[in-house]
């Protein structure tokens, strides 16, 4: 059974910072692109930020401010957030995807405020 369990959630004022974490469970951790995605209220869900063996990918929005990572012998993946600003205020969603499998998982959300 798969199962993706984020962490790290919470209220921050703005320019402040917060770090997610995502604990994956029953996959290859390694083969998998590991990202996070967010979902605002009213608005769709949107990339943040992948990363795999090959590349790191980030949403415009936040280059320079968040940054991925992950740990291979924890099967974690990190999100570290800085410079937080009221427009990054979402549900935060770990998602693990093997496309050549046709597999892609998605954890059930963490809520990030930015708010002062």
């Known amino acids: 059974q798969v199962q993706l369990v984020e962490s790290g959630g919470g209220l921050v004022q703005p320019g402040g910072s917060l770090r997610l974490s995502c604990a994956a469970s029953?996959?290859?951790?390694?083969?998998?692109?590991m990202g996070w995605y967010r979902q605002a209220p009213g608005k769709q869900r949107e990339l943040v930020a992948t990363i795999n063996d090959v590349i790191i990918n980030y949403a415009d929005s936040v280059k320079g401010r968040f940054t991925i990572s992950r740990d291979k012998a924890k099967n974690t993946v990190y999100l570290q957030m800085n410079s937080l600003k009221p427009d990054d205020t979402a549900v935060y969603y770990c998602?693990?995807?093997?496309?050549?499998?046709?597999?892609?998982?998605w954890g059930q959300g963490t809520q990030v405020t930015v708010s002062s």
């Open positions: 029953g996959i290859i951790f390694s083969i998998y692109t």
């Open positions: 998602n693990a995807d093997r496309k050549t499998w046709g597999q892609n998982y």
